[in-house]
């Protein structure tokens, strides 16, 4: 059914759901409602909003009483292990749900959140894997659905992020950022390239390198991942937070007709992409044809190149015009899902282990 009005949002998690406060003055949105256990946190983002002008907000420090109150959908964006739980208690409450990512924490939470979405089609939801609406990502998969690349032979991807060690020692031992084996944290890389491709991983086989960087993190700091396709295409994936390598992404995509990736020289931000491509002959030799690619869309602001408050709206209108979500249930778990496997396999010793399509 269309919504006639603006949708009521409702933020939990203030953190990384302070995104939200970019669609404020939006026309078919507002953020009646915010949510944080932290005290501090919630006062913080409660006065950005108020300097923004919005007045008449609900604050929270119990997610199930802001469940209570009259929004129409709720942005998750709690920590990570939180994910699952705090989804299926926004559906249960009749409330639309956007829901950060990995949208699971373990195996067993796939089918739960699968089940869950299923029992309520009057409601929507979304993945929000917002590296997916960076302008490169979208031109590559506009250009791999033209046909550019033929058939993809090999993708590849790497999110680096080594935080400081003493930057990670102030997080006590329950933090998700303490404990998180990095491989698990896959979907800023492998979600970009599926959504680009139109394919799942059904196999995979992962190595944790032993080297510590950052002594105050437990659990494996670095992991690479390689896994084969539903398409049979092969995705290496290169989670390094244990290195010392700063912040970025890499991307790559090879194909039978043509070849592009990320200029590793440069943050992901300013960098071009270069290609050869058959339909360009004179790109076959010499150096690679250069593409005026970045993250960002002409005019965008915001977040990672305009690409949150974009995933943000795409939500918004879905409720609004009652249509899908561009990342659904479906497209979320086969983003997760993926390096849960991952990591298993690097545990037993980099067997190769088949991920199964949950229905």
Known sequence: MKLDRPVKLGVVGLRRGNIAASVVGDDNVTVRAICDKDPEVLAEKRQGYIDRGVTDQLCFADYEEML??????????TDKPLHTKHVIMALNAGKHVISEIPTIETFEEAKILRDAVR???????????????????????????????????????????????????????????????AITYITHSLGPLLYIMNDRCVSVSCVAPDAVYNPYKEGAQNGVALFRTAKGAAIRIFIGFGAYVGFDHNFALYGTKGMILTDKTKPLSTAHSFARLSSRPDSFEGELMELPLGTSTTGATGGHGGADVKMLRDFIRCIIEDTDPPL???DGIRMSLPGIIANESALRGGVTLEIPEIL
């Open 68 to 77: 209570a109150s009259d929004i129409d959908a709720v942005y998750v964006a």
């Open 119 to 181: 029992a309520h089609p009057e409601l929507k939801y979304m993945a929000a894997e917002n590296c997916c609406y960076w302008a490169f990502i979208e031109t590559w998969k506009k250009m791999h659905e033209d046909g550019e690349f033929g058939d993809i032979v090999y993708a590849e991807a790497e999110y680096l992020h080594s935080t400081k060690p003493e930057e990670l020692k102030p997080y006590t031992t329950e933090h998700w950022r303490k404990y998180n084996p």
């Open 328 to 330: 659904d249930v479906d």
